[in-house]
């Protein structure tokens, strides 16, 4: 991500013409590139960005008081060892972190309960066994990439958590201490890409429980052609079975390797109905419709200008407010504020 590496506070009452009213800087060599928000509680994640940011300054999430948003204070900052946190999921009570921890190789999963948001507390953790290196796990990846938590979303006692290109994982929480797998599935290595994001679809579709994975166009195993998103069935949960793909229409002709960044990266993980926006990194925003989720398709596309000295545009994550407006971050330029109208 390019500077500025803070996080924004802006008010899009009026969304043609958004009033920035707060920022919160890190210092160098850190970023804060997501943020959640509930219950006047805001949550950003402190990352390194390589290898030059201060360990002082050090990892984890920095929790503040935004019930006024033009003056956001800090509560505290929950610490852990490591690059830090990547991204995560708040639902104004706990908070679902992918951390890097002392003594485990690569990211895990944890729950922090933020009743008091003053003192975060741990209540469970959750690893693929061999990542544990303190405990004397044995660790089978010596040929392969190191194991690494991307993000866990919660539905229900449900965690439907990506883990890079160790594929993705189905937990069990309802004992939060004690997280158990119930599933795991892997498209790597047959196919290049790491699993970005592991998104419940909260209603069935076709009489069936759906769920949209996307891989991001990143880190691959080899050159390949852009990264997709599959749609699985999870109507037996202890057994994902993918039911269709998507891929942005014409982006992929014959299979050839593309560079990075020109496939997929992000659905919103907020929406409504059965079109979900995702962010397609240099295809922007695509919107699909996964009402028939053995046929998704895409019913609409924004594809934003690119930033000043760029090729293309680099569009990151997306999001939906309650008035059904996008938000389209990109990687370089800053937000694009969409209102989709005619998309069926």
């Keep these: 991500?390019?500077?500025?590496?803070?996080?924004?506070?802006?008010?899009?009452?009026?969304?043609?013409?958004?009033?920035?009213?707060?920022?919160?800087?890190?210092?160098?060599?850190?970023?804060?590139?997501?943020?959640?928000?509930?219950?006047?509680?805001?949550?950003?994640?402190?990352?390194?960005?390589?290898?030059?940011?201060?360990?002082?300054?050090?990892?984890?999430?920095?929790?503040?008081?935004?019930?006024?948003?033009?003056?956001?204070?800090?509560?505290?900052?929950?610490?852990?060892?490591?690059?830090?946190?990547?991204?995560?999921?708040?639902?104004?009570r706990y908070a679902y972190l992918s951390p890097t921890v002392e003594g485990y190789v690569g990211n895990i999963m944890m729950i922090l309960d933020l009743a008091d948001p003053a003192r975060p507390v741990e209540v469970g953790r959750w690893w693929i066994p061999g990542q544990w290196k303190a405990g004397a796990e044995p660790y089978p990846w010596h040929d392969w990439p190191a194991p690494r938590c991307h993000h866990p979303l919660r539905m229900g006692n449900r965690l439907y958590v990506s883990y890079w290109h160790h594929g993705l994982f189905i937990l069990d929480i309802s004992d939060m201490s004690r997280p158990k797998a119930v599933a795991h599935a892997?498209?790597?290595?047959?196919?290049?890409?790491?699993?970005?994001?592991c998104l419940p679809i909260a209603h069935p579709l076709k009489g069936r429980r759906i769920m949209v994975v996307a891989d991001e166009d990143v880190a691959k195993l080899r050159p390949s052609a852009p990264s997709f998103s599959w749609i699985y069935d999870i109507t037996l949960e202890q057994l994902p079975v993918p039911i269709?793909?998507?891929?942005?229409?014409?982006?992929?002709?014959?299979?050839?390797?593309q560079s990075p960044?020109?496939?997929?990266?992000?659905?919103?993980?907020?929406?409504?109905?059965?079109?979900?926006?995702?962010?397609?990194?240099a295809q922007g925003l695509r919107l699909v419709d996964i009402a028939d989720p053995f046929a998704p398709r895409e019913v609409g596309h924004f594809l934003p200008d690119p930033a000043d000295g760029e090729d293309r545009p680099s569009s990151n994550d997306v999001t939906v407010d309650d008035r059904g407006l996008i938000y389209l971050v990109?990687?370089?330029?800053?937000?694009?504020?969409?209102?989709?109208?005619?998309?069926?």
Aim: proline share 8%.
């Design 244 to 257: 269709a793909t998507f891929q942005v229409p014409g982006l992929d002709v014959d299979g050839s390797p």
């Design 186 to 197: 892997n498209t790597s290595p047959a196919f290049a890409h790491p699993t970005h994001t």
């Design 330 to 344: 990109d990687r370089v330029r800053g937000v694009d504020i969409i209102e989709a109208t005619g998309a069926q």
């Design 261 to 281: 960044m020109s496939g997929c990266h992000q659905p919103a993980e907020r929406f409504g109905g059965t079109v979900i926006p995702f962010a397609w990194f």
């Design 1 to 92: 991500m390019r500077w500025p590496s803070g996080t924004t506070i802006v008010d899009v009452a009026d969304p043609r013409h958004p009033r920035q009213l707060a920022t919160i800087d890190l210092p160098q060599g850190w970023h804060s590139h997501k943020v959640r928000v509930a219950n006047g509680i805001m949550i950003v994640n402190h990352e390194q960005l390589g290898e030059s940011g201060s360990a002082e300054f050090g990892g984890g999430i920095g929790i503040y008081d935004v019930s006024c948003p033009s003056t956001p204070k800090l509560i505290t900052k929950w610490r852990t060892a490591g690059r830090g946190v990547h991204r995560y999921d708040f639902d104004g």
